[in-house]
């Protein structure tokens, strides 16, 4: 079975890992400048790489359709430049899953595949998609949603360590993005952890580096840059999350209950 995923950020990765460890093809959709900042596990870093590892798992940059069908016949994630979806048509895959967590639907529709899966707030199951996967941290992280919506977006990160806005990163100003320290770095509050400008950003809490832009990158002002893990453990930054593997079993139940449904034999 064909998983077509819409983006190959941290979470998008969480959820092809766990399909790729069951069996599934899976080709990852990206834009040509990706910007996610938890980079030691996301696919996208193939984008700028060449190749992307998480978990021994490592995704391929494809150029062309038969690049594409080469990679996943080797068993390997294919990760390809397409903001816009137009390789929908193209590959047609099986399932088809929405994970650019723009917190507003993009442009996916309901007849993209025969299963389509959104993950986060912005869509309808029944409307644009057939489930939609909780992504909000609490009770009901990680649930398949045949009916309705995801919680709506708070606008505060959820709490991790009990710190919500305060680890996170935002740029300053509009401008290139220049990272003084490597993800995996531990912080104090106070550190300048990178600068957008000349103007720095500063760690407001102590914690491990966990997320940070790459290194160049023009950014809007407001963007976030980076992302500090109050638990101080730094392995934590080269594993999938938590939440990218709760968002990644809710994906997994979706598609096994919609086999169970249709009796799909493949």
Not at 183 to 201: C, L, P
Request: proline content about 5%; aromatic content about 4%.
């Amino acid at each position: 079975m064909l998983v077509l995923i819409r983006g190959a950020g941290d979470i998008a990765t969480g959820v092809a890992v766990r399909l790729h460890r069951c069996g599934f093809s899976i080709l990852l959709t990206e834009l040509p400048n990706p910007t996610a900042v938890r980079r030691t596990v996301a696919f996208s870093e193939a984008v700028y790489r060449g190749t992307a590892s998480v978990e021994g798992i490592t995704a391929r940059l494809c150029e062309t359709e038969v690049e594409v069908r080469d990679t996943l016949l080797r068993g390997e994630p294919a990760v390809i430049v397409d903001p816009a979806g137009d390789c929908i048509s193209a590959y047609r895959p099986d399932v088809l899953v929405d994970a650019m967590l723009a917190k507003r639907n993009l442009g996916t529709r309901i007849s993209d595949a025969p299963l389509v899966i959104a993950l986060g707030p912005g869509f309808t199951a029944g409307v644009d998609c057939h489930c939609v996967v909780e992504t909000m941290r609490g009770h009901t992280l990680g649930r398949c949603i045949y009916t309705g919506s995801a919680l709506p977006n708070t606008g505060v990160p959820g709490s991790v360590g009990r710190y919500t806005r305060e680890r996170v990163l935002y740029a300053p100003a509009a401008g290139v993005f220049h990272a003084h320290q490597p993800i995996g770095a531990m912080v104090a509050a106070g550190d300048t952890v990178a600068d957008v400008g000349g103007i720095s950003i500063r760690a407001e809490i102590e914690g491990c580096l966990r997320g940070i832009l790459p290194d160049g990158i023009s950014v809007p002002a407001g963007m976030k840059a980076g992302d500090i893990d109050p638990r101080c453990a730094r392995e934590h930054c080269f594993t999938v999350s938590d939440k990218a593997l709760a968002i990644g079993g809710g994906v997994l139940e979706a598609i096994l209950h919609w086999q169970a449904e249709h009796e799909v034999h493949h």
